[in-house]
């Protein structure tokens, strides 16, 4: 895909920018999204694509159809009749993803339209923000078909408390929508009738700040997590200086007291 590109479609995977939005589709709907590896390697480029777009402010990941956002990892590929190690690298596509999330450089949120289990449970909790539509459900069912949700584990981890993802992970039980934002899976839960006005509400904010300033925040907000205190607070107090030399700190602060709009430079 060459870079600058406003529209792109995998046989898996839909790529779409709008108004500074990249918005990107899981589109198998006939196997409930479900993450092959055709699927997981388009996701993992058209995330590339909108990172390095200089048109692409925010970025939208969602599914195609009304019931599910993603149903995990397709299990026929655990039973194929393949080397260990080919399956052993086949995950590796889980971690390029998981590992350029947090390095995209804007913002991301993810359009929950349908249930979130699995794997894809591990797509949405990469996102910055997750809106869920009313009557999604998220879990973590692998142990129910002798499996575990390995690959997702440090993730659901760092977003909800312990005992509940133990829960989750050793019962292979579903949350509703509202549970799981009680829990910290998600942001919030939407009715269907208002639910592509939300997250369009949302991804508009997001692609109207400063590009350079959601970067540099973005990228302080991944960092410091894992860092011990007094590292994480020399970091941040590093990016506040560096924040200082931004024209678009100067253009913020002015344009708020002269009660007006900011116009962002990007630099």
């Not at 709008?18 to 092959?36: F, H, I, Q, Y």
């Not at 694509?49 to 970025?59: D, Q």
């Amino acid at each position: 895909m060459p870079q600058g590109e406003s529209q792109w479609s995998g046989e898996k995977v839909a790529y779409e920018v709008a108004d500074g939005v990249a918005t990107v589709t899981l589109n198998d709907p006939e196997k409930r999204n479900m993450l092959s590896g055709q699927m997981l390697s388009e996701l993992v480029e058209a995330m590339k694509l909108a990172k390095a777009s200089e048109e692409v402010r925010a970025v939208v990941l969602t599914g195609s159809g009304e019931k599910v956002f993603c149903a995990g990892a397709d299990l026929g590929g655990f039973a194929a009749d393949v080397p260990l190690v080919a399956k052993h690298f086949a995950t590796d596509l889980f971690l390029k993803f998981f590992r350029l999330m947090p390095r995209l450089g804007k913002p991301s949120l993810c359009a929950a339209n349908g249930h979130v289990l699995a794997g894809g449970m591990g797509l949405a909790l990469s996102c910055d923000l997750v809106i869920a539509k009313e009557g999604a459900t998220f879990g973590t069912p692998e142990i129910n078909v002798g499996a575990f949700p390995y690959m997702i584990m440090s993730i659901i981890y760092r977003n909800v408390p312990r005992k509940k993802v133990n829960e989750m992970m050793l019962l292979g039980e579903r949350l509703s929508a509202e549970q799981a934002v009680e829990y910290g899976l998600a942001n919030k839960v939407v009715p269907a009738a208002e639910f592509e006005t939300a997250v369009s509400e949302w991804a508009t904010k997001l692609a109207s700040k400063s590009p350079v300033l959601m970067r540099l925040g973005h990228d302080a907000m991944y960092r410091q997590q894992d860092m011990a205190l007094d590292d994480a607070l020399e970091f941040l107090r590093s990016q506040l200086s560096l924040t200082f030399t931004t024209e678009d700190i100067v253009e913020g602060v002015t344009a708020f007291f002269e009660k007006r709009d900011p116009q962002w430079k990007g630099r």
